[in-house]
């Protein structure tokens, strides 16, 4: 399933909402947005952040865990439900 995906640099306003396939593993994802960050936002590295995990990291959401790039499971098994209100920060390393 195709599904449209915010994502927002950290401590800023810049988005962009991305379609990403619920079947891609969290590198896949990462490999095919590669591009697409460099060009909308011009930054050449950058991590991924999950904005639905449960996990407080001083306060702010943005200082989270990196996602992992895992390519053994998919994003739909990672988030389940929870996959309907995901989003990701961008976050330039």
């Not at 590295?45 to 053994?72: A, C, H, M, Q, R």
Request: net charge neutral; charged share 25%; proline share 3%.
């Amino acid at each position: 399933m195709i599904i449209a995906l915010y994502f927002k640099v950290v401590f800023t306003s810049n988005t962009r909402y991305y379609n990403i396939n619920t079947q891609w593993t969290p590198k896949k994802m990462y490999e095919e947005l590669k591009n697409k960050i460099k060009s909308d936002f011009n930054i050449d590295n950058f991590e991924l952040v999950d904005t639905v995990s449960l996990i407080n990291y001083n306060g702010k959401s943005e200082n989270k865990p990196k996602l992992e790039l895992i390519d053994d499971i998919i994003l739909h098994e990672i988030y389940k439900n929870e996959i309907n209100y995901l989003a990701f920060y961008i976050r330039p390393i």
